[in-house]
């Protein structure tokens, strides 16, 4: 069965620091995607990054970077240079794009990051 | 553009009351879905649509039932609602599938729903 896994439920980091956010995932399938959403204290949900399971390279978008080990099944999020707003509560998903194609995603259970001043 | 919008934001229904929970999105998108959001267990999904009048079950679909009459609503019903399903509930859209490479076909969300049932 597909499955998410971030074992890290709360991380503390310095402003101004990088932080590494853990996500591991189980799935059967070749073709795959890797999602890192963001969910601020106020409640809505915010898309970050995407990784496709054949992209060579690892994602960046600005800060944001996805470090992908595809033998180890693991899709980490790297925040560089920490800032305040960046406080939150980070999902990793995953979507399976293999015959069934619905689109679904399956999400982790969460990390709460607080940058601290 | 107001891209994915629920109403109501905030709602407090009694054991055995029935409501409906209306997404609405103006992207011109195929697929929608309908999450719940519980303390420590991430987002499941209850429902999802891949085209105007189809529906699926989703992870957790017990005591929900849905409906996608017009491309751009898709509505989630509780028939009898039940303590277990106070949450916060998520209705999320996207353009399409897609595969693993290239364009990621990222699910857009709504701002949620707080829903209680005492």
């Known amino acids: 069965a597909q499955k998410i896994t971030q074992t890290q439920p709360g991380m503390f980091v310095q402003e101004k620091e990088a932080v590494t956010l853990d996500c591991t995932y189980d799935?059967?399938?070749?073709?795959?995607?890797l999602f890192w959403y963001k969910q601020p204290s106020s409640g809505e949900m915010i898309f970050l990054i995407y990784?496709?399971?054949?992209?060579?390279q690892n994602a960046t978008e600005g800060r944001y970077s996805l470090n992908f080990q595809k033998a180890r099944k693991s899709a980490n999020l790297v925040i560089s240079a920490s800032q305040l707003g960046d406080s939150a509560m980070y999902f990793c998903?995953?979507?399976?794009?293999?015959?069934?194609?619905?689109?679904?995603?399956?999400f982790g259970q969460g990390t709460t990051l607080q940058v601290k001043p | 553009n107001a891209g994915v919008t629920q109403t109501p934001k905030f709602r407090v229904l009694k054991t055995g009351q029935s409501m409906t929970l209306l997404c609405a999105q103006d992207?011109?998108?195929?697929?929608m879905y309908w999450y719940r959001q519980d303390p420590g267990m991430g987002l499941r999904l209850i429902h999802y649509s891949v085209g105007e009048g189809t529906t699926a079950k989703g992870e957790v679909p017990d005591g929900y039932n849905v409906s996608r009459l017009k491309k751009q609503n898709f509505l989630l019903g509780l028939e009898s609602a039940a303590p277990s399903q106070t949450s916060v509930y998520f209705c999320?859209?996207?353009?399409?599938?897609?595969?693993?490479?290239?364009?990621?076909?990222?699910?857009?969300f709504g701002p949620g729903t707080r829903l209680t049932v005492t």
């Open positions: 998903a995953m979507r399976e794009a293999g015959s069934s194609n619905t689109g679904k995603l399956i």
């Open positions: 999320a859209s996207s353009y399409l599938s897609g595969t693993s490479g290239g364009v990621s076909y990222e699910q857009y």
């Open positions: 990784q496709g399971s054949y992209d060579e």
């Open positions: 799935t059967s399938d070749q073709s795959y995607g």
């Open positions: 992207m011109n998108h195929e697929y």
